[in-house]
């Protein structure tokens, strides 16, 4: 059994580009450097990937319980088949799809119509401007009211910095299809949040979200 207590020691800024849609590089593993069925190096997956997954769970759920648990819950399946795993497919990109197809399983049981903070008890970076995070408030809220396969797109997208490529790997879908749940997310977001510091968004051409807001 995996503990998650890592998610409690997350000090972290989210970028989500509001113009060129280019994320920054993930600096999460990638690698192949791995033998399926070695417990030891799912072991040292675990220690290196466990923030991201927690991440994308808790940016989908909204819940920082519920998205623990399924964190948990993807790595107890993804260990369950590690011995499976093919080693020409990125590790992590592989516990990512375990993960959101875990989220997406959740969220439809339980029929979430409103979630708890996305962040919580995360911490905050120092001197954050009040308008700026009144912003990020508007823009965190209204992706949680996004249909989860969009958000899992924008979230895989603009939180990992995955390719459009990567990210149908991931979810087992077209490119094409990827393309399309990020541009209406997009739409989405940009009719929801229009008088909302809009203008502030495009003029910078990133919107930072702060942890723990």
């Keep these: ?89 990125p590790p ?32 905050a970076p120092p001197e954050v401007d009040p308008t700026e995070t009144a912003v990020a408030r508007d823009l965190v809220r209204e992706i949680r009211r996004l249909p989860s396969k969009q958000a899992a797109a924008l979230v895989l997208r603009h939180l990992h910095g995955y390719t459009n490529r990567e990210i149908a790997g991931i979810l087992r879908v077209p490119e094409s299809t990827v393309a399309s749940r990020l541009m209406k997310a997009k739409q989405v977001l940009s009719a929801r949040l229009a008088g909302s510091e809009d203008e502030r968004l495009d003029a910078s051409g990133s919107l930072r979200v702060p942890y723990g807001q």
């Design 92 to 123: 992590e990109a592989w516990i990512h799809r375990i993960a959101i197809n875990t989220a997406i399983s959740y969220r439809r049981k339980r029929r979430l119509r409103e979630v708890g903070e996305l962040i919580r008890r995360l911490g």
């Design 1 to 89: 059994m995996w503990m998650g207590s890592q998610a409690t020691d997350l000090r972290e800024t989210v970028t989500f580009d509001g113009v060129s849609g280019e994320p920054g590089p993930d600096r999460g593993i990638r690698d192949c450097s791995y033998q399926p069925g070695s417990k030891e190096d799912f072991d040292r997956l675990y220690r290196a990937s466990y923030q991201r997954i927690f991440r994308t769970m808790i940016a989908i759920i909204g819940d920082p319980s519920g998205a623990e648990d399924c964190a948990q819950e993807a790595f107890l399946l993804a260990f369950k088949a590690w011995g499976r795993w093919k080693a020409d497919a």
